[in-house]
């Protein structure tokens, strides 16, 4: 008789479960770049109450009877379908289909190596594209993380721009006086090094006099390309439009595993699998670029001593498209989570009657000797 209280009670458990997941999908049904959950229950312990057969030569066969002892949660599942446009601000970005914007503080591309990408799961991953350059001149999302993605080093002969396999974060270029002076990924003899911003000489003519900070490039008309993830914009001094870099996208092997942290972001732990990078619409061929921090990794070492890794290469986001202009809406369906609720509701009060039936009748047990 207590087994049906015992199950109900694991019923209770599992049912307030379930509703905690529906009344967290209500509070954020306007949150940007929200993925709704839903929780999916198992049947729980039980036990034999009579064994089966296969029956004999003279009797027919049996089925096992069993009795149960209640519900468990099974899973909590993402929902990663897109949410709706919601437009916004020029520089909001929103992508359509899978992928993550990847962010991370200015130091974790120092511990980003291509011959380990374990090291990429360092940067945490999220939907809002609520992007700006900030007063460093950095582009950061509205919590003031960076932004990354690869970077211009300058322009060949025929204007087109230099983008670095660097993973880091995108910032603004600097200028000498009406110079634009773009990141640097070599030495003067060459030799890549990790990426940093350019410097300027007190004495402009003279590259052996002391290094000095140069201001960051004052720019407007700042876009985004829906095709490529191209950033530029146009100096103001000159009217030159420049291309500052371009976005990176992250790929986990298992999107529906990735670990929730908070704040609309998420982390590529166990359950996620592996973290790619990518680039909207394939342009990391375009550009020459084919695995991350490929020639940093490489150094002077010849093409027959260097093998990259392969799941440090850069592939295309595939039918994934950006959207600027705004941010993408969350994906809770209202209607549904409504009807979850009830449904939950009438649960967890079936469960209640078990237990006040059980204690009814326990009660009548203990009353038969007065």
């Given amino acids: 008789m207590t087994g049906a209280m015992y199950a109900a009670i694991a019923g209770l458990k599992t049912h307030m479960s379930k509703l905690n997941v529906v009344g967290n999908n209500i509070a954020n049904v306007n949150t940007n770049g929200y993925k709704s959950q839903r929780t999916v229950?198992?049947?729980?312990?039980y036990t034999m109450y009579?064994?089966?057969?296969?029956?004999t030569t003279t009797t027919g066969s049996k089925n096992p009877s069993q009795i149960g002892y209640g519900s468990q949660v099974s899973s909590i599942d993402l929902n990663m379908t897109?949410?709706?446009?919601?437009?916004?601000?020029?520089?909001?970005?929103?992508?359509?289909?899978?992928?993550?914007?990847?962010?991370?503080?200015?130091?974790t591309a120092a511990s980003i190596t291509g011959t380990n990408p374990a090291t990429f799961k360092a940067l945490k991953l999220t939907r809002v594209g609520d992007f700006r350059f900030g007063a460093d001149g950095y582009l950061v999302d509205g919590k003031g993380n960076p932004v990354y993605g690869f970077m211009n080093t300058g322009v060949d002969k025929d204007g087109n721009p230099?983008?670095?396999?660097?993973?880091?974060?995108?910032?603004?270029?600097?200028?000498?006086?009406?110079t634009i002076k773009y990141a640097v990924e070599k030495d003067k003899d060459g030799k890549y090094i990790a990426l940093k911003d350019a410097v300027g000489h007190e004495k402009p003519d003279d590259d052996t006099s002391a290094e000095v900070e140069l201001p960051f490039a004052s720019l407007d008309s700042?876009?985004?390309?829906?095709?490529?993830?191209?950033?530029?914009?146009?100096?103001?001094?000159?009217?030159?439009?420049?291309?500052?870099?371009?976005?990176?996208?992250?790929?986990?092997t298992n999107p529906d595993g990735v670990t929730h942290e908070g704040e609309s972001y998420y982390s590529c732990s166990d359950g996620a699998g592996d973290l790619k990078v990518t680039m909207l619409g394939g342009v990391a061929a375009d550009l020459g670029i084919t695995h991350v921090n490929g020639h940093l990794d490489k150094g002077d070492k010849a093409d027959a001593d260097f093998t990259p890794n392969a799941k440090a290469a850069i592939g295309s986001a595939g039918?994934?498209?950006?959207?600027?202009?705004?941010?993408?809406?969350?994906?809770?369906?209202?209607?549904?989570?409504?009807?979850?609720?009830?449904?939950?509701?009438?649960?967890?009060?079936?469960n209640t009657r078990i237990i006040t039936v059980t204690d009814s009748m326990l009660e009548e047990l203990v009353n038969m000797k007065r």
Avoid: H, W
């Avoid at 009579?50 to 029956?55: A, D, F």
């Avoid at 916004?88 to 130091?107: A, E, H, Q």
């Avoid at 000159?238 to 996208?249: F, K, N, S």
């Fill in 41 to 45: 229950f198992r049947d729980a312990l």
């Fill in 50 to 55: 009579s064994g089966g057969s296969n029956g």
């Fill in 82 to 107: 897109t949410g709706n446009y919601s437009p916004g601000n020029t520089m909001d970005c929103m992508l359509y289909g899978d992928g993550f914007f990847l962010v991370g503080n200015k130091t």
């Fill in 162 to 178: 230099q983008i670095s396999d660097q993973l880091v974060p995108i910032r603004l270029p600097k200028v000498d006086g009406k």
């Fill in 222 to 252: 700042i876009s985004i390309d829906t095709k490529s993830g191209r950033i530029s914009g146009t100096v103001k001094d000159t009217d030159t439009v420049v291309t500052i870099g371009y976005l990176a996208v992250g790929n986990p």
């Fill in 319 to 350: 039918s994934t498209t950006l959207y600027t202009g705004g941010l993408e809406g969350s994906n809770v369906d209202l209607a549904t989570e409504i009807s979850e609720m009830i449904t939950t509701q009438r649960g967890y009060q079936a």
